[in-house]
């Protein structure tokens, strides 16, 4: 985990008065878990962008994830140029919201 997301994982953690656990697992596909039973998926993006977007995959296998161990919460989490925007993605899809999914060639790196 890259250390600006570490920094938001600690800010988000004080805010909601809660301890939020680095996933030690290299093939996790979420960031970190805390002792509520919530996953957290968190980026950090150096410019601000109008429309967020969650990858497809991190999306069904976190969403299967939370349903599967049976977990509260699958938050994903994005700060963009000091602001932070939370997701409850497990939430918005039980609420049927459209994510507007589409195919896209994207850089292999999500640092843009």
């Known amino acids: 985990m890259k250390s600006a997301e570490i920094y938001l994982k600690d800010i988000l953690g004080s805010c909601i008065d809660r301890e939020i656990v680095i996933c030690e697992d290299d093939y996790s596909r979420f960031d970190c878990i805390d002792n509520k039973k919530n996953i957290y998926e968190l980026k950090v993006r150096t410019k601000h962008y109008d429309e967020v977007m969650i990858e497809f995959d991190k999306f069904s296998y976190n969403l299967m994830y939370v349903k599967e161990f049976k977990m509260n ?36 790196n999500t640092e843009f």
């Open 73 to 108: 919460k699958f938050l994903y989490v994005v700060e963009m140029k000091e602001v932070g925007y939370v997701f409850d993605i497990k939430e918005l899809h039980e609420k049927g919201y459209d994510f507007g999914w589409e195919s896209r060639d994207l850089p292999k």
